[in-house]
């Protein structure tokens, strides 16, 4: 571990005094794995996930098992995470695709769900067979019955700023699908850099446009992968636009399975140790934390790529 009083504090003008982490390790970093992860291991996992202060943990996707295997314990996993031995006061967001996926979802007692829509119409095709109108008109009635459920919905856009197919994205081809997703009852939306292209200049356009838009900073989050090692700056660019709301995941597990080119997620660690230097609050014990993802990349049988977790567990896992 590394010395105590590190990092050393030094705030900067302009950025919130608390950001609220999206962990979504247990879904989109598992998801991406050859291996399927026990159901127990993963219950674990969003157990411990929690007791290092994460106070929203994504737990898993009622998607169908022929799409996402790895996933396919949804029905299992989750009441272990909501019984008695599953962690209290957390927040525990599922995906639902479709409307049989909500229903599986909300048989189960889930109040927090999320949809995954896109900016391209290559990558709606890709992930799910529709076009970008066909996949809005898909989320309509999903939407529609999780607000009457009482349910908070999220929404994902995935290629906000590039796209592995179809390269640059408009910016305003982003807002207006973007809009869309609100207009169906969306209460959040998840701004994904599915393969990793933007910069922060990139980031700021496209918040600016976002809000120009008539959509408000506190509706966002910013979904950040790090494949050209640009999403500590694009999240901090974010947070000075005014966003508070970054997901991240544990270890920088994830990726896409349906975009080759989209490497690890932001590593919460990483995103902590960023934050803990610059005065924002984020309520994570980083030794706890580092902790999980190394008895994660244990199990999983590799090293964490994750550069904070690396050199607090000062070995090669």
Known sequence: MTATGLPMVFP?????????IHEVGPRDGLQNEQATVPVEVKAEFVRRLADAGLTTVEATSFVHPKWVPQ???????????????????VRLPVLVPNERGLDRALALGARDVAVFGSATESFAKANLNRTVDESLTMFAPVVARAKEAGAHVRGYLS???????????????????????FDLGCDELSLGDTIGVATPGHVTALLAALNDGGVDNTRLAVHFHDTYGQALA?????????VTTVDA????????????????????EDLVWMLRGLGVETGVDLGRLTATSVWMADRLGRPSPSRTVRALSHKEH
């Open 249 to 268: 995941s544990a270890g920088g597990l994830g990726g896409c399975p349906y975009a080759k080119s989209a490497t690890g997620n932001l590593a919460t």
């Open 71 to 89: 996933l396919a314990d949804a029905e299992e996993l989750y009441p272990r995470l909501t019984g008695p031995d599953g962690p209290s006061g």
């Open 234 to 242: 694009n999240t901090l660019a974010a947070l000075r636009h005014g």
């Open 12 to 20: 900067l003008e302009g950025l919130p005094a608390r950001v609220r």
């Open 159 to 181: 290629m906000c700023f590039g796209d592995p197919w179809e390269g640059p994205v408009a910016l305003d081809r982003v807002v207006d699908v973007a809009r869309r997703l």
